[in-house]
């Protein structure tokens, strides 16, 4: 298997579970990406996130540019050795960042200028700034530049913005070096529409990349009109490249998303979960603030096996929390990753074995 | 050896290395207690405690009492099996933390009534009470009930408030059950005067304790004071008892006091610091968020074996601590409790080859 190759090996409907290898290793699809946004996944040590089975990890450009720099980290290293994680990483572009964090932002063909949200300090963004900047952390996969559309967004709106995503891909790609055996990946936009998705990939396609993914979804649409896109969005890409559901999500998401040809997923929701007090669990989400866990000797969940639900009751934790204690963060951080990343291997297994489909029609969680 | 015993097996000078068997375990003396306050060391898990060497902890009775409440605690399973941590764990009374943290408090001969600094709920704290608390708790180690005076104090004072802990350590001996194997260990007290301190101690001899602290130091004084106070009142106590100073301290204060006879130590210091972006070293403290630190590849200490030192450059610590990421606080908590886990083994080392008093000379930190 070539560097940078991604090969399916088992299929069931448009489910797929593969292998991509990365300059940093492989990394066993579908898969879920834990959120280190300013290259630490906030609460967790890199050897924890190995212990409990994650394979790569996602970081923000728009967060490291802004602090440390790039130039810092470049200088310590790059992203594995300034986090010590020898795994792969994939680094967002930016954009969508830029349009949610960011003060005072203006946008034109070249690019978009704005300002931090820490210290007001201006900054530009361009497709050419965001790859260089990329290359620079020396990031596993980099993402192209695009535009991100909030929900609901007119279908005029939504092309011109799809199509300048588009030109942003092509200048992604031409100013891309590949330098330490890094990916591209495309981001398909178009909104809610169908005819804008399929103009998108044909141009990513054109373009060609390393991997595909699907921006502009989970941007606060309903479950359904997400599925509604996805049920249709994948099919316009290559089946031999792999293809990110960029932000997403809740775990009933994922599976249906899986359900729908999507490979990897990055979302904040286990970690930032995790640190408000909120533990995953097989039918839901439980609040360990609730005082119905005060005297609970119970683990979260007697099924679960990771250092949390081996050592802590629900009754500790519930304490830990409310005294906004940073060991409560720690441990409902790591059980929440160690649900996601068990979910994911359980969902590999299942299309490995044939049975994903009957799995997913039940999972509500 | 029996449960509860102490053994001197080295002295060097008024400084001995000696063993402390409890219900949970031994334990190495000079020691330093990592404080856990609310049944938690900060940032740190128990298993991080143990690889750096952490013996035993401390817990503060005044905050578990407030949250979750004793009885939540010992309906858990007591401290260690709530905090998930198998070694000794002593607990305070009370007393300080009623006096610096509480509001509208009252004292009187019974007690102290005061509210919560949380939700300003009314609480009383008596020796009976506190003791009962303790062991309510399932302490290894008890506190007897004492009022800490501030300093400066007047002497008229400080021998009224030394005479009152005095008849408070007879009602703690009084009450203390011994039930889990507990020890229970009495405080002097009498400010910064010889004679005080010495009925102090008459008077807990004469009751009778498994150990012996010194409170009432460690309270603003400057260090020449607390040194002239610990150049006697160690003198006091039975030479086959451990000696604790409550409190202390920054790693000269500790290494100054096993110098004059002290046995056990507890502080907030080394956590603390680490969560304000602080780190130790062989020649003092040095503060992360400095930007000079931004593009050092140095360990915090090179010579330090520590998983920080080991992982991570100071460029990336200060950019952990200017983001206020939870990692920063765990990684610095875990390097200083390092430090002064090592300096305690170092100090036991060198009391136990007759070579403490010429390095506690040129010790400065």
Known sequence: MNLNDFSVSHTEGKARAGLLKTSRGYVETPVFMPVGTAATVKAMTPESLKTIGSQILLC?????????????VNHL?????????????LTDSGGFQVMSLSKLRQLDENGVTFRSHIDGKKFLLSPEGSIRIQETLQSTIIMSFDECMPFPVEKKLAEKSM????????????????????????????GMFKDLREQSALCLNNIGFDGYAIGGLAVGEPQEK????????TDFFP?????YLMGVGKPSDIVGAVLRGIDMFDCVIPTRSGRNG????????????????????????????????????????????????????????LHNLYFYTNLMKKIREL???????????NFAT
Request: aromatic share 12%.
């Open 163 to 190: 199509k300048l995503s588009s030109r942003w891909a092509e200048r992604s790609k031409v100013s891309f070096t590949g330098a330490n055996g890094s990916m591209l990946f495309g981001i398909q936009q178009g």
């Open 77 to 89: 290293g790059g992203l594995n050795k300034f986090m010590n994680w020898s795994g792969p990483i």
């Open 239 to 243: 089946k031999d490249r792999p293809r």
């Open 226 to 233: 997400m599925f509604g896109v996805l049920n249709y969005s």
């Open 351 to 361: 299309i490995q074995r044939g049975d994903f489909t009957a799995f997913a029609k």
């Open 278 to 333: 909120q533990a995953f669990v097989q039918d839901g989400i439980i609040n360990l603030k609730n005082a119905k866990h005060k005297f609970d000797e119970k683990p979260i969940d007697k099924n679960c096996s990771c250092y949390c639900c081996s050592n802590y009751s629900r009754g500790y934790l519930s304490h830990l929390v409310r005294c906004n204690e940073i060991l409560g963060s720690m441990l409902l951080t």
């Open 60 to 72: 923000n450009t728009y967060h490291l540019m802004i602090r440390p720099g790039e130039k810092v």
